[in-house]
């Protein structure tokens, strides 16, 4: 069971050659898919012992199989062609508890990282982690590309040299990420473990009481399944984290605006699952990029849209912390500076301002009189200056929503900036 390979070096570029190549790992991936058991098969059965010719046969089945598979695998692995990695993509998602699947997964998450990958890769990573409920997957294939992502930004700080850090391929491999969704928190993951280490003992409990064996061990069954999903859940979370947070420094060092817009939108999506300190540590990297070290614009400030985006994500993690995290009037001083900036002609960054004034002044109520004041006279400066109709009346409105919502504003659009 291998596709055809000539041996010839020089006939390899053939056109049937190659056909007949593709052809045969692409139809031995599909037939792998459809006789691949969901579960794991022994490599050394025990010969030795008595059993009865069907389970024989059946172990000299899965012994046979296990070798072409194995056999079929190290040669997917060994070839670099789209052909190839379409058949590993389509073994991760359907030979999932069967062998080598975690070797399947590394490799196709390896593949999708690589600088000029096909995006059909990380198609296939992101419908792995939509369908992935026990995260096991998704551990092995985000722990590769964590330690991946890691290791380029440690080369990339080390060189002078500014410019876009990842490539279109590498961005769309770490937007398969947003697809992921744990429903534990970084901090669940010691409670994860104390779920485990009880599940170990109730088991235990059960060897020693026969009476009770069977209960306890549907008990401890129950709860070390329940253990594991969250600690595995929780690790998820961290290596997200991991990922974004160095994403974020890096980008804002570097001045890598496609970066930082990549970190921003994961943060978006998993800020829920981030626990306070993490929250704390984000706060103070977006300060240096939104406003700088010591209160002044940053030298390698990020475009309009990416520093509105940065605004938007802070206040989404600021909503899902329980404790607070600080003076928040900072992140009202980058709001308004960037609606400075703001062309009203673009209208997804009008978009994307109307809804952090939304947060900035609706949502959330320790905002002061005096940002209010000066949030609504920069709308409306923004307004007068635009050339597009639209744009300018959306912020027209927002404007008299907000004068309407603070009565004192009325009289205080002349104010000086925050």
Not at 383 to 396: I, M, T
Request: with cysteine; proline share 3%.
């Amino acid at each position: 069971m291998q596709y055809y390979k000539p041996s010839n070096p020089d006939t390899t570029s053939a056109p049937e050659n190659t056909k007949v190549s593709k052809t045969a790992c692409l139809s031995l991936a599909l037939v792998f898919s459809d006789i691949l058991p969901s579960h794991r098969v022994s490599s050394n059965p025990n010969s030795s012992e008595r059993v009865s010719k069907e389970v024989r046969r059946q172990r000299l089945y899965d012994s046979r199989l296990l070798q072409a598979y194995t056999s079929y695998v190290k040669r997917l692995s060994a070839d670099d062609s789209p052909h190839a990695s379409k058949a590993l993509c389509r073994l991760m998602r359907s030979a999932q508890g069967f062998n080598l699947s975690t070797a399947v997964t590394r490799e196709v998450a390896g593949r999708a990282f690589r600088p000029r990958a096909d995006q059909a890769l990380a198609r296939s990573l992101g419908e792995m982690f939509a369908e992935d409920k026990e995260f096991d997957a998704t551990l092995v294939a985000l722990g590769h590309i964590k330690g991946a992502f890691l290791k380029l930004l440690k080369k990339k700080s080390s060189s002078p040299s500014r410019g876009p850090t990842l490539t279109p391929s590498q961005v769309g491999c770490l937007q398969s990420l947003l697809l992921i969704k744990p429903r534990a928190l970084t901090s669940d993951v010691a409670a994860a473990r104390i779920l485990q280490q009880n599940a170990r003992r109730a088991r235990r409990r059960s060897s020693a009481l026969q009476s009770l064996e069977d209960a306890d061990a549907n008990e401890g069954a129950q709860g070390g399944g329940a253990g594991r999903l969250a600690l595995n859940q929780g690790r998820v979370v961290e290596d997200l984290c991991a990922v974004y947070f160095q994403g974020l420094k890096h980008g804002v060092v570097a001045a890598d605006e496609g970066l930082v817009n990549v970190v921003v939108r994961g943060l978006t999506v998993h800020g829920g699952r981030v626990n306070v300190d993490v929250v704390a540590k984000l706060m103070k990297v977006f300060k240096a990029l939104l406003l700088g070290e010591e209160g002044a614009e940053n030298p390698h400030r990020v475009g309009t849209l990416s520093a509105l985006s940065c605004v938007e994500c802070c206040y989404a993690l600021l909503s899902h912390s329980v404790e607070e995290t600080g003076d928040g009037s900072w992140l009202t001083v980058a709001l308004y500076r960037a609606l400075g900036r703001l062309d009203c002609g673009s209208a997804p960054a009008v978009r994307l301002a109307l809804r952090c004034v939304d947060l900035c002044v609706f949502r959330r109520r320790e905002v002061r009189k005096a940002h209010v004041h000066a949030l609504a006279k920069r709308l409306l400066t923004a307004a007068a200056g635009s050339g597009r109709e639209s744009g300018a009346r959306a912020l027209v409105s927002l404007a008299r929503l907000v004068m309407a919502r603070y009565e004192s504003a009325r009289r205080g659009v002349e104010k000086e900036e925050p």
